[in-house]
């Protein structure tokens, strides 16, 4: 009995004495997240993700990266117009479906109603994949017609990229969307590099402060 009686107000201590220490670890985690978080920057909101600055390895990276998203295979999904564009040429799409509000296009005209979850075998059909369309009206992410300088800006912003983090970005690389540009269907050329070349060269960019090139290229 005389040890039970010892023990109760050390246990009481102890209690107490824990509830201060979790209060104190919990305010000084919401002071550091407070200096941490900044929404709009995707680089403050990734986190994990190592950023160690360089800006003449980026740059270079990014003249890879460039080539690829001017490539037919990425730029016809994203066209300056609300038409998206075909072939190794880049021309309008016959018949003209449009982007709509959420990209999958109108009416009658909805890129599924032709486009499959995968490629239709032959020469000049749709390609496919289960959610093919463009990006949505208020997200147009245009790549045609935008200078490497341009282009780079654009995706790091957040407003102009749907929001995406630094992860993301990087996530995005191995998108099924983007995949397809790797098997395109019959008759279309690939992009010219490897989707591994390619994504090595989209981390490293991203990786290396995600620097855009300067206006005028010499
Ligand atoms: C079928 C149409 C389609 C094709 C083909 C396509 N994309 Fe996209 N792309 C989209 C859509 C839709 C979005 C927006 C969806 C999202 O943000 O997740 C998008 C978003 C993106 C983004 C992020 C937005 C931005 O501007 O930061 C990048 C980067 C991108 N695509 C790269 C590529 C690359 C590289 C290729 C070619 C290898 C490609 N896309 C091919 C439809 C396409
Ligand atoms: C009426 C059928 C039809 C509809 C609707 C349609 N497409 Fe197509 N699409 C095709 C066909 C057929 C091809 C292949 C044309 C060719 O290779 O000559 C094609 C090709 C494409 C290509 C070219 C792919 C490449 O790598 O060059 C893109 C991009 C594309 N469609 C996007 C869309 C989007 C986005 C929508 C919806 C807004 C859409 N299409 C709606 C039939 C359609």
Not at 84 to 101: A, E, I, N
Not at 155 to 179: C, F, R, W, Y
Not at 182 to 195: A, F, I
Request: with cysteine; hydrophobic share 35%.
């Amino acid at each position: 009995m005389k040890t039970k009686a010892a023990i109760k107000p050390s246990r009481y201590f102890h209690t107490k004495a824990l509830f201060a220490l979790s209060a104190m670890l919990f305010m000084i985690a919401a002071i550091a997240s407070s200096f941490r978080s900044k929404e709009d920057d995707p680089f403050k909101k990734a986190g994990k993700q190592t950023i160690n600055k360089d800006s003449i390895e980026s740059v270079k990276a990014f003249a890879s990266v460039y080539k690829v998203l001017m490539s037919p295979r990425c730029m016809n999904c994203h066209p300056a117009g609300d038409v998206p564009l075909q072939g190794d040429d880049s021309h309008l799409h016959t018949m003209l479906p449009k982007r709509g509000t959420d990209g999958t296009g109108v009416y009658a005209m909805k890129c599924a109603n032709c486009h499959q979850e995968t490629n239709t075998p032959g020469l000049h059909t749709p390609p496919g994949n289960p959610k093919w369309h463009l990006p949505p009206a208020d997200m147009k992410m245009v790549f045609q017609g935008k200078t490497p300088h341009e282009l780079a800006k654009q995706l790091m912003d957040p407003n102009q990229n749907g929001h995406k983090n630094l992860q993301q970005l990087i996530e995005h690389a191995s998108d099924t969307l983007v995949l397809a540009g790797w098997n395109p269907g019959e008759g279309r050329t690939l992009p010219p590099l490897s989707h591994k070349e390619f994504k090595k060269a989209w981390i490293t960019w991203l990786t290396k402060g995600g620097y855009a090139p300067a206006p005028k290229p010499q």
